[in-house]
């Protein structure tokens, strides 16, 4: 059975760090491209980041660049998303999926986990 489970997230004070954990059952991480999305309140989900299957290479959101780093271990067969300088809008519900690339996008093919609680105080 495929199963993503996010874990990782928190409280965070505004530029502070976290690290997300995306972890794959049924299927290896190198298999697929593997997408984070986030979803706070009142807003529709969003792209933040994606890191392909095949060469592992990773994109960002705009407003993410430079402050997140998307990476993978295969052993672990775990996608991480660490996170830095966060600002009170990465405040949000984040999720992990597996994804289609798309040029500079990506997005989600089949069902959504859980996710994890990103909350940055100001």
């Known amino acids: 059975q495929v199963q993503l489970v996010e874990s990782g997230g928190g409280l965070v004070q505004t530029g502070g760090s976290l690290r997300l954990s995306c972890a794959a059952s049924?299927?290896?991480?190198?298999?697929?491209?593997i997408g984070w999305f986030r979803q706070a309140p009142g807003k529709e989900r969003e792209e933040v980041s994606c890191?392909?299957?095949?060469?592992?290479?990773?994109y960002y959101a705009d407003s993410v660049k430079g402050r997140f780093t998307i990476s993978r271990d295969n052993a672990k067969n775990t996608v991480y998303l660490q996170m830095n300088s966060l600002k009170p809008e990465d405040s949000a519900v984040y999720y992990c999926a597996i994804s289609t690339v798309d040029g500079d996008s990506w997005l989600p093919l089949g069902s959504w986990g859980q996710g994890t609680q990103v909350t940055v105080a100001s």
């Open positions: 890191i392909s299957a095949s060469d592992g290479t990773t």
């Open positions: 049924g299927f290896t991480v190198d298999e697929y491209a």
